[in-house]
Antibody
Framework: QLQLQESGPGLVKPSETLSLTCNVSGGSISSSSDYWGWIRQPPGKGLEWIGSIYYSGRTYYNPSLKSRVTISVDTSKNQFSLKLSSVTAADTAVYYC??????????????WGQGMLVTVSS | SYELTQPPSVSVSPGQTARITCSGDALPKKYAYWYQQKSGQAPVLVIYEDNKRPSGIPERFSGSSSGTMATLTISGAQVEDEADYYCYSTDSSVNHREVFGGGTKLTVL
């Protein structure tokens, strides 16, 4: 059973960089049919796609966040990471790491981590 | 930017049929997916590729899509179906541009 687990600081100061890591277990991050993504949800609000990465390192970002986002992958550790720079209170959210499965011809997020609340505050 | 539009809330009595809509210009060309999110939990996929149900999802959940609108139907809604529901799709003009609808709060009481 595939499992994803987010880790990182739960509190980040304004203007600093938010850094999260997602550890993947029960499957390989190098699967040719999978992408790996980050999705966030501000308190009381809806879901927002941040970006996705393929095991080769190819990335895709939400245009609204592109200038501040970097997603990377470490296949040796079976994990991928998110960096969001110059954070403000508006970046306070639960951050989910996900698998985007493309094995069936279409692609969708099928496995999700439990989510991690990151608060931006001084 | 591409958007998917959902009603903010839908309310039904137990046993009634709940219908949640999602409209988007790319839906004639792209599949719609539906996620259920209960309070404090990660989203769970309940419908994929417009109308397919993952294993373990009750038969009362069904999906359809026609033109620019996709619909999630819960036939005989139960109290435990009370949750937020999000539609998801992609922009037809840009690959890997993932979009979620704003979410619909389903109340069953």
């Amino acid at each position: 059973q595939l499992q994803l687990q987010e880790s990182g600081p739960g509190l980040v100061k304004p203007s600093e960089t938010l850094s999260l890591t997602c550890n993947v277990s029960g499957g390989s991050i190098s699967s040719s049919s999978d992408y790996w993504g980050w999705i966030r949800q501000p308190p009381g609000k809806g879901l927002e796609w941040i970006g996705s990465i393929y095991y080769s390192g190819r990335t895709y970002y939400n245009p609204s966040l592109k200038s501040r986002v970097t997603i990377s992958v470490d296949t040796s550790k079976n994990q991928f990471s998110l960096k969001l720079s110059s954070v403000t209170a508006a970046d306070t959210a639960v951050y989910y790491c996900t698998r985007r499965d493309c094995s069936g011809g279409s692609c969708y997020f099928d496995y999700w981590g439990q989510g991690m609340l990151v608060t931006v505050s001084s | 930017s591409y958007e998917l539009t959902q009603p903010p809330s839908v309310s039904v009595s137990p046993g009634q049929t709940a219908r949640i809509t999602c409209s988007g210009d790319a839906l004639p060309k792209k599949y719609a997916y539906w996620y259920q999110q209960k309070s404090g939990q990660a989203p769970v996929l309940v419908i994929y590729e417009d109308n397919k149900r993952p294993s373990g999802i009750p038969e009362r959940f069904s999906g359809s899509s026609s033109g620019t609108m996709a619909t999630l139907t819960i036939s005989g809604a139960q109290v435990e179906d009370e949750a937020d529901y999000y539609c998801y799709s992609t922009d037809s003009s840009v690959n890997h541009r993932e979009v979620f609808g704003g979410g619909t709060k389903l109340t069953v009481l």
